[in-house]
């Protein structure tokens, strides 16, 4: 199960991220977070992050690493290539 979350402005809550998280490791998915741009405080284009919810989301995959691998989409792609090389 492949899914994909675009963060796309700080509305997007961090309950709905960690919600999205644990679907993810209940089903043994797959889960792309894209986040725009992180910012400190004011976060008022439609593209921007606050680091701190960031980093409260970060913290809550670090408290779930036993459940889950986390992994840079360049890693996902090498992993997909290895095991779907063609002869």
Known sequence: RQ??????????????IKDRIDLTIQQNGLLIL??????????????????SQFEEISDYLKSKEADIN????????KLYNENHTTD
């Not at 979350?5 to 709905?16: E, F, G, K, L, N």
């Open 70 to 77: 986390v992994i840079t989409l360049s890693n996902l792609d």
């Open 3 to 16: 899914r994909q979350m675009c963060i796309r402005d700080s509305s997007t809550s961090v309950q709905a």
């Open 34 to 51: 894209t986040f725009h741009q992180i910012v400190d405080e004011n976060a008022i284009h439609e593209t921007q992050y606050l680091t």
